[in-house]
């Protein structure tokens, strides 16, 4: 079946410093690929999607390139801020899969000043 | 994309009561979705909601535990029954407003302790 598998955590970084989050999957077809973010509290946020490869997707500074031949999605940021600390989840959806996402196990990021 | 207001947004339950949780969507949507993510963990596909059908529930879940309710398709109920300090988790409403691919959406979650 599919799956996602991602860096584990928790990692911290000081502000301005580079992130890289890690997200590799396992698919039979041809899947779309997400992440999510889930702040202190809250509940989960779409942060960027890829549909297909070599697709890029961006928001708010992060980018995650959708990579079919090493099938990897990571996620990244060349500046973080404290505000970017959030739980980050790697997900893929099977194409003509009409049912639900797979999920990562999901990543701890602590940005400190 | 939608807005997803989940009731309530936490609580407090002893062992052996019930918990209704409720999800509203502002829109009319096909799929709406049960999620649970433990203590420390990610997310765990409890059942999609079918409005008119019964649940179709995941391998570990079933209905006598976890009574969903579709009645239309803008709301959903998912009741925890029976609680015990195991089922203490996040539980998340999420729906596809787009295509088969198309991102889910999630509501707040519902924080769930039960002592």
């Known amino acids: 079946g599919d799956s996602v598998t991602q860096m584990e955590g928790p990692v911290t970084l000081s502000e301005e410093a580079f992130l890289t989050i890690n997200c590799t999957y396992t698919a039979t077809g041809y899947p779309s690929l997400f992440w999510y973010v889930q702040y202190p509290g809250e509940g989960l946020q779409l942060l960027l999607k890829a549909t297909k490869a070599d697709d890029k997707g961006s928001n708010k500074g992060f980018e995650a390139t959708y990579r079919k031949e090493t099938t990897s999605f990571h996620l990244e940021k060349g500046s973080v801020q404290v505000s970017d600390s959030a739980v980050y989840f790697c997900?893929?959806?099977?194409?003509?899969?009409?049912?639900?996402?797979?999920f990562g196990s999901g990543t701890q990021l602590t940005v400190l000043p | 994309s939608a807005v997803i207001s989940q009731k309530p947004s936490r609580d407090i339950c002893q062992r052996g009561t019930s918990l209704t949780i409720q999800c509203q969507v502002d829109s009319q949507v096909t799929m709406m979705f049960w999620y649970r993510q433990q203590p420390g963990q990610s997310l765990t596909l409890i059942a999609t909601?079918?409005?008119?059908?019964?649940?179709?529930?995941e391998s570990g879940f079933v209905i006598d535990k976890f009574p969903i309710s579709r009645p239309n398709l803008t709301f959903s109920t998912l009741t925890v029954s029976n609680m015990s300090p195991e089922d203490s988790s996040i539980y998340l409403c999420s729906v596809r407003t787009d295509g088969d691919n198309s991102p889910l959406h999630f509501g707040n979650g519902t924080r769930l302790t039960v002592t």
């Open positions: 909601a079918n409005q008119g059908s019964e649940a179709t529930y």
């Open positions: 997900a893929l959806s099977e194409r003509g899969s009409a049912r639900q996402l797979t």
